[in-house]
């Protein structure tokens, strides 16, 4: 694992038991910021539920997570700034893709509309297209999901199958914009089924089966 | 401050949120409402009714339960009680499945999001019970061509001689709108405490049963009763169920629904 004198995300001892099953079983993680680190296992192996853990949305049986050196469920209930697509976002089909962003960021207006249409053109859509989410192609959505995900510049980047509905240009760009966000001293978690595509973005890869981290190595001649 | 500035867009944004998600579904609910609206007000243009005379003859339930045989099911009742409570539980159901982490993660507190829900919950079912007191009355009095709420002659002849005091228009309209509001209210925020121990379609089984237990068992401390305006105290003097008690009842029942909910809801993993 990448050891350096501060470390971002620390997981230790990380259990979750949910209807007498374990879910994820003794996870020790060390992540740094300015690195993409790729998890990979087969459907049910862990993945979710982990990201899941590591955002705050489900509390561990057992064990420890610290982010930006705040521990959650003790200093803070989540990570002080996280951007995460877990799945589609419910974004409503009458507004547009920048309707539907600023909806969210209303919430917590941290950012303007200037760097909502920024995340839109990062992820490679035009933030004046007037056509609504329904006409949206499925590539499109899931763009829109990662910009939601980038939109407030979070400090933590958890992006669950990002390339999911890819097409090969679009998973070219989602790799460009990455990096970006590395040399951006960002902290990026991503997780796929797809060993090519997860080696092809990260720079250490950690592989799951049935909740529990089996191994993991880093990859060479990736820009770091 | 700031915290009262995140309850508000929230809030706003479930508001917004919900109306557009189902815009389609409550235009076929108020749809329905015309039509059955329509059935209910034509056979009055020639008993001299008015648009309050279809307020009871379109939202009344059937009284109390006596005995089985020759028992009528209050369709009506139950189809404007338990579609609304659909079009309420749907948004819910849909929010927590595809919104909820997204939007905790930006508000940070999951206490936030569940009281934010609470507070649609009321404001809502408002919104929706006004809009159905609003088509009844349009559709009705452009039928009849009278937009009058004073007491009819068949409202002398018929309803006054049902009821067990005295009683004028406004005041049966008013208890039957609050009456369905505060019960729908309840009914809402019981679904929801329901939804955090088991799924969304059993839930809202749940509701329904517990719901309709009201047609048959004629007891003033079920949730549903205090929308069936026969079983209320100005039909019925025997079973003490007042306007009062209806709002006495609902609100310390939404509350401490509220309080076991955030309790729950705190310590829950949100999976969806």
């Avoid at chain 1, 978690?189 to 250490?204: G, M, P, T, V």
């Avoid at chain 2, 915290?3 to 944004?13: A, P, S, T, V």
């Avoid at chain 2, 310390?252 to 705190?266: D, E, H, K, T, W």
Wanted: include cysteine; charge should be neutral; charged fraction near 20%.
């Amino acid at each position: 694992m990448a050891v350096t004198d501060q470390i971002y995300l620390k997981v230790e001892h990380l259990t979750k038991v949910m209807k007498q099953q374990i879910i994820l079983k003794d996870i020790n993680l060390e992540l740094n910021k300015g690195f993409i680190y790729g998890f990979r296992g087969k459907n049910g192996s862990g993945k979710t539920m982990l990201f899941r853990a590591l955002c705050g949305l489900i509390l561990p049986t057992e064990g420890t997570i610290t982010v930006g050196g705040i521990q959650l469920g003790k200093d803070a209930s989540f990570p002080p700034s996280v951007g995460v697509l877990i799945e589609y976002p419910g974004f409503l089909n009458s507004y547009t893709g920048f309707q539907n962003l600023k909806m969210l960021a209303s919430l917590n207006n941290f950012i303007d509309d200037n760097r909502i249409k920024e995340a839109i053109r990062l992820v490679g859509l035009d933030p004046e297209d007037k056509r609504k989410y329904r006409k949206y192609s499925l590539g499109m959505k899931q763009r829109l999901g990662i910009a939601q995900a980038i939109m407030e510049e979070p400090d933590l980047i958890i992006l669950d199958e990002p390339t999911n509905a890819l097409d090969s240009e679009g998973i070219e760009e989602l790799k460009k914009l990455l990096l970006e966000l590395k040399n951006k001293n960002k902290c990026i978690l991503i997780a796929s089924h797809d060993k090519e595509e997860l080696e092809f973005l990260s720079d250490e890869i950690f592989i799951l089966e049935k909740g529990k981290i089996v191994d993991h190595y880093h990859l060479q001649g990736v820009e770091k | 401050m700031m915290r009262g500035y995140f309850h508000f867009k929230l809030f706003l944004r479930d508001l917004t949120y919900s109306h557009s998600y189902g815009k389609y579904k409550y235009f076929i609910f108020y749809c329905i409402v015309i039509i059955l609206t329509a059935a209910k007000t034509l056979p009055l243009k020639e008993l001299d009714g008015n648009s309050a005379d279809v307020f009871f003859l379109l939202l009344k339930d059937v009284g109390y339960f006596i005995q089985s045989s020759g028992y009528e099911i209050p369709v009506n009742w139950i189809f404007i009680q338990f579609f609304i409570l659909f079009l309420i539980s749907d948004f819910l159901v849909h929010d927590a499945e595809t919104n909820s982490s997204y939007l905790i993660l930006r508000i940070k507190r999951r206490e936030q999001y569940i009281l934010s829900k609470l507070i649609w919950i009321v404001i809502q079912n408002i919104l929706v019970y006004s809009g159905l007191f609003i088509v009844i009355y349009m559709i009705s009095a452009l039928l009849l061509g009278d937009f009058s709420l004073e007491a009819s002659s068949y409202f002398q002849n018929t309803i006054q001689s049902q009821a067990a005091i005295l009683i004028n228009p406004i005041q049966l309209i008013l208890h039957l709108f609050f009456g369905y509001v505060l019960t729908s209210i309840v009914l809402s925020g019981i679904f929801l405490l329901f939804t955090q121990f088991f799924a969304s379609t059993v839930s809202f089984c749940f509701v329904l049963i517990l719901g309709s237990l009201s047609i048959f068992i004629d007891w003033k401390w079920l949730p549903a009763i205090h929308s069936m305006i026969l079983k209320s105290n100005l039909f019925d003097l025997e079973h003490h169920l007042s306007l009062t008690f209806s709002f006495v009842y609902s609100v310390f029942v939404y509350i401490l629904l509220a309080f076991v909910i955030f309790s729950v809801y705190r310590k829950t993993d949100i999976l969806k």
